[in-house]
């Protein structure tokens, strides 16, 4: 958040934080963009950068809860015409098992024939590197019962692995309230029941109108310290609601 000019925004793509300082009364963030090492020097910063937070971790913030629940490989691709194959039994989520394949299938996008296939693995045994394309291609077929002679063709545009936790960050600020944590930085949860992205809209509208009011002088900085008080509580009971649906759905 920079206060120094009100009338313009600047957002950064494809950009990578790589260094954070900090004093009182101001912060230097450095960043990578295009090979290039820019700073951005302001009052306040909002860390939104995900579970494995860079800056959560540069401020040595711990995150307290359930260790790695399980480990998944998505698959994210397109299948022309799946969707109207799926139809007589239509569903955003698809949970699949059988002797050859255990996955959950993801309608990202039906009506634009955009999946993903959620794939348990373990590491260490198993890492990105043991699944070909080809493999992935193999096992999402018979997730879908399909042989690869079928009319629907598998595109697969990426895939990645993620680490399922049910934690919460020690504290949601440093210790000169001017770093704080918001949405998966500050809690991670399970996704049965859709919390993440929930509660993390509710950080943000939570913290910003205080910063405004702040930086506006029409409240004192001891309004930011309400922000944890409000919010952590909340992310306790997601933390619950989550671990609990997940629980169900292993049964």
Wanted: proline share 4%.
């Amino acid at each position: 958040v920079n206060n120094s000019n009100k009338d313009i925004s600047t957002i950064c793509y494809e950009s990578e934080v790589m260094n954070i300082s900090n004093t009182v009364n101001e912060t230097i963030l450095s960043y990578k963009n295009n090979d290039n090492i820019n700073q951005i020097k302001c009052k306040y910063v909002i860390a939104c950068d995900g579970s494995n937070s860079f800056i959560r971790n540069s401020l040595n913030i711990k995150m307290i809860g359930n260790k790695a629940l399980q480990t998944l490989l998505n698959v994210y691709f397109t299948c022309k015409g799946l969707n109207s194959h799926l139809n007589p039994r239509p569903a955003m989520l698809y949970f699949v098992f059988n002797e050859t394949m255990v996955a959950v299938f993801v309608g990202h996008d039906p009506m634009k024939d955009e999946w993903v296939c959620q794939i348990p693995i373990f590491p260490p045994f198993q890492s990105l590197q043991d699944y070909s394309n080809e493999k992935l291609l193999s096992m999402i077929r018979a997730g879908l019962g399909i042989t690869p002679n079928h009319n629907l063709h598998i595109n697969i545009l990426s895939t990645n692995i993620w680490t399922m936790y049910a934690q919460i960050a020690e504290k949601y600020s440093n210790k000169d309230i001017n770093i704080f944590l918001a949405g998966d930085s500050a809690h991670r949860f399970p996704p049965a029941g859709g919390f993440g992205m929930n509660s993390g809209i509710q950080d943000s509208y939570n913290l910003t109108w205080k910063l405004a009011n702040v930086l506006n002088n029409k409240s004192g900085k001891s309004l930011l310290l309400s922000y944890e008080q409000e919010r952590r509580g909340i992310a306790e009971t997601y933390t619950r609601l989550s671990l609990a649906n997940y629980n169900k759905s292993t049964k």
